[in-house]
């Protein structure tokens, strides 16, 4: 079986996002189901396709980077309003449906599309309309811009991505309803989609990784943290643990904060080292005697998260952090309030100061997400091969 990846970003060098993460995960893991990926959308700028042979590339496209003036902003909002799209739908329509048939036809024959995300979906909706489609839901995407709005500092803003909200909403109700099959995350995000049970699953997210880490762990830090906090519902479980966590914990305890923070961020207190991006996620995290997971908002699941339990690593954690994950190893602790969070990664650290504390079977916890997942991923691509049952 053939089948078309179609995101927003194609794979272009190892994958600097969460959303990159999620993609790469679900494309190794149809790959383990047999089928034959090609890939359409655009990369980053100046980044080198991974897979160049099978790739129908619409250009470039930085996802980071937003409007280069207050004008054009304007223009970019307006441009939405008027076409009805999103404004993350409007950034892509840098190229015209015409040549995005062009590209896509290029990848002919196939059997089935993969929507990696609603972004370029959203854009060109009637383009994949006419194919069997299998959509990956990466999150309840109107309920995050709904939590962005909320908490916007200013009214156009708010404005802007209150509605947002509501385009989203009705754009996945459509992308649900027209695809065979859907996959979300977690329950939370199934339920979230309104998605009938007949017609999705659950895709236990597992961390790409060509070989398991080897070595003895030696810590250079107490507490460490990674992720992309750039993104609104990541900063705001930064901005929190900086806020209310930190001063409530021991003034020689030493923190690492890996991944990008927008530009100016403040470090606020001498005890944290901000590293920017890590190549090696894992070798950072090994480095780190107990991963701080601090997520107060959004949908979907956290790849830090999940590969924090992956390696075995002890972990406080906030019930948002934890979407998705069900069975939590003995060396990791849910606590969603300032003083319960600062409490326990305090006894936490203690412990492992003083060999109290082991790592956990990282190993089995992965490979158990890894049979589920391939499991899903088995039965949608099943269904996408299937002849469609006619609704009434």
């Excluded at 304007?74 to 441009?79: I, V």
């Amino acid at each position: 079986m053939h089948l078309v990846f179609v995101s927003s970003l194609v794979p272009a060098g190892p994958p600097q996002s969460d959303f990159e993460i999620v993609n790469q995960t679900v494309v190794d893991g149809l790959r383990r189901a047999g089928a034959r990926v090609s890939f359409l959308g655009f990369r980053r700028p100046g980044a080198e396709l991974s897979d160049p042979q099978d790739t129908a590339c619409l250009g470039e496209f930085d996802p980071d980077a937003g409007p280069a003036s207050v004008v054009q902003d304007l223009r970019r909002f307006a441009s939405a309003v008027s076409s009805g799209l999103t404004l993350s739908s409007t950034a892509l329509r840098m190229v015209t449906e015409a040549e995005l048939r062009a590209a896509l036809s290029k990848l002919e024959p196939f059997d089935g599309i993969v929507l990696g995300g609603v972004s370029l979906a959203g854009a060109f909706e009637t383009v994949f309309a006419g194919s069997p489609c299998l959509l990956v839901a990466h999150a309840v995407e109107h309920v995050l811009a709904a939590e962005n709005a909320r908490g916007a500092p200013s009214l156009l803003e708010r404005l802007r991505l209150s509605r947002d909200a509501r385009v989203l909403k009705a754009l996945e109700r459509r992308l649900c309803g027209s695809a065979r099959f859907v996959l979300a995350l977690s329950e939370e995000d199934r339920a979230g989609l309104g998605l009938a049970e007949d017609r999705s699953l659950v895709l236990p997210l597992v961390i790409p990784r060509e070989t398991a880490p080897t070595g003895v762990r030696l810590p250079g830090f107490d507490i460490g943290m990674i992720g992309d906090w750039t993104a609104p519902e990541s900063l705001t479980g930064l901005e929190w643990f900086l806020q209310d966590v930190l001063p409530k914990l021991h003034p020689h305890v030493t923190f690492a904060i890996a991944g990008r923070v927008p530009r100016g961020f403040p470090s606020r207190d001498k005890r944290v080292l901000f590293l920017g991006p890590v190549v090696d996620h894992v070798e950072f995290l090994r480095q780190c005697r107990v991963i701080a997971l601090p997520a107060r908002a959004g949908t979907g699941v956290s790849p830090g998260a999940v590969e924090t339990l992956e390696l075995g690593l002890p972990a406080v954690a906030t019930s948002a952090a934890l979407r998705g994950i069900a069975a939590l190893p003995e060396n990791v602790r849910r606590a969603d309030g300032s003083k319960k969070f600062a409490a326990a990664l305090q006894d936490l650290v203690v412990a492992q100061r003083t060999g109290m504390l082991p790592d956990a079977d990282g190993e089995a916890f992965r490979a158990a997400r890894l049979t589920r997942m391939d499991e899903a991923l088995a039965e949608a691509v099943r269904r996408l091969a299937a002849e469609p049952v006619p609704r009434h």
